[in-house]
């Protein structure tokens, strides 16, 4: 891939800004004002264009907690 359009910039520096702070998309998305589905959508195209994309932020779903009787 050669150099980055300045829209596919802006867009993985977002992605890049949500890794960083350990942010959900959706969190981060609403955080920015930015369209959710514009983010995912973008995220998948820089993939498509062999663009390299930091990991996302998974927050844990189930958390293990301790039953006292």
Sequence with gaps: MSELTSTQAFWLGH???ASSRQLSLS???N???LDLASLLAWEQRLVVQDVQVPPRHRPLRFVAVEVAR
Excluded: I
Aim: glycine share 12%; aromatic share 22%.
């Design 27 to 29: 969190e981060y998305a």
């Design 31 to 33: 955080e920015q004002g």
């Design 15 to 17: 992605l890049f800004h």
